[in-house]
């Protein structure tokens, strides 16, 4: 009875449009990286549903094909040729908290020959308190210890989260 309730509310959410979404797009070096992040916003917290496809794959038949994701604080998906993502800044972080409690620490994503899809519902943020942010795949998993963001490797691609609500 108890999961009963959480069912129904997910199923009434996802009947509805997102209040906001990414499209990612891979950096030069990953240019086949191309994906969308949508964010329903629900009474307990941010519904993110995950779909990227063109991730690198490792060719070694135990390759982890897991990468970081975050949200970053920054506005924008340009940057330099050292880092095109450099204006994505750094990991989201309104209360200051060590790694991996930033609100924008995320779980990873899982490849699976270059494809990666994953749901999941977060407290740690509002769908208002992220338009206009970015969000960043990097290039190896979290690590979720080291500081400040989880020695996650670069960053391989990313999108803007924008609003669906005029």
């Known amino acids: 009875m108890y999961l009963e309730p959480q069912y129904s509310q997910l199923e009434n959410l996802l009947k509805m449009p997102p209040n906001a979404h990414a499209t990612i797009k891979g950096s030069p070096n990953y240019p086949n990286i191309n994906g969308m992040v949508f964010f329903y916003q629900a009474a307990d917290g941010v519904l993110l549903l995950v779909q990227v496809r063109g991730l690198p794959q490792g060719t070694e038949p135990c390759s982890s094909n897991v990468f970081g994701f975050h949200i970053h604080e920054g506005s924008s998906c340009t940057g330099n040729s050292e880092d095109p993502f450099a204006n994505a800044g750094s990991h989201y972080n309104p209360h200051n908290c060590p790694h991996p409690a930033h609100a924008g620490d995320l779980p990873p994503l899982f490849g699976n020959h270059g494809f990666a899809f994953m749901a999941f519902v977060t407290d740690r943020f509002s769908v208002n308190e ?33 609003s669906n609500i005029s």
Do not use: E, L, Y
Not at 136 to 153: A, E, V
């Open 130 to 162: 992220i338009i206009g942010r970015t969000v960043i795949i990097h290039s190896s998993p979290d690590d979720f210890t080291t500081q400040p963001s989880g020695n996650s490797g670069k960053k391989v691609a990313c999108g803007q989260i924008m």
